[in-house]
């Protein structure tokens, strides 16, 4: 493969990443305002719990994650998830009490508003509109966006220049 190909292809990744990071954003977008209209029923919370995870072997810093399980019915059909957002399916934490302080909120037996899907019951919520996750997530993809557009510039003025 000839340097000019791997300049290619390299210039092609970056711009075809820099897409799908875009894509990922609108998508995330639509979902969360997509779920704002899905209709609403009367769930149970029937799994509340903390549990540990390991950041990395050897680390001493541990995250907490905090899940939640609940119940509802359609049409007298039950059904039963864990999705709490319709960006994340359970909250981690850093610190064990502030899991716990958000598990307040779906206490175990707790009667909860739910979300659903109308044509598609299955697919459920808690937290329709988790507009602070949502906006944390699109700034970290923008952020990566714009790393990228730097690295691609930089690499075409380094072509440009000859310096490639």
């Known amino acids: 493969m000839s340097f000019e ?3 290619i292809l390299i210039e092609f990744a970056v711009l075809v990443t820099m897409g799908l990071f875009l ?7 639509g979902r969360a305002n997509h779920t704002v209209r899905w209709n609403q029923t009367e769930g149970k919370i029937v799994h509340s719990e903390v549990r540990t995870i390991f950041d990395i072997v050897g680390s001493t810093s541990n995250n907490y994650v905090a899940e939640v399980k609940y119940q509802y019915k359609i049409n007298d059909k ?12 359970s909250a ?8 716990k302080e958000y598990l307040e909120l779906f206490a175990l037996g707790k009667i909860i508003p739910v979300f659903y899907n109308p044509k598609k019951p299955e697919f459920s919520v808690l937290n329709p509109e988790d507009k602070v996750e949502r906006e944390k997530n699109i700034r970290i993809e923008i952020i ?13 003025i380094l072509d440009l220049t000859g310096v490639l």
């Open 144 to 156: 990566i966006i714009f790393m990228l557009l730097l690295c691609y510039i930089i690499f075409r």
């Open 92 to 99: 981690v934490f850093r610190k064990k009490n502030d899991a």
């Open 23 to 29: 894509l990922d954003i609108l998508g995330t977008i």
């Open 5 to 7: 190909t791997l300049k």
């Open 78 to 89: 039950r059904y039963e998830s864990k999705k709490i957002s319709p960006i994340k399916e």
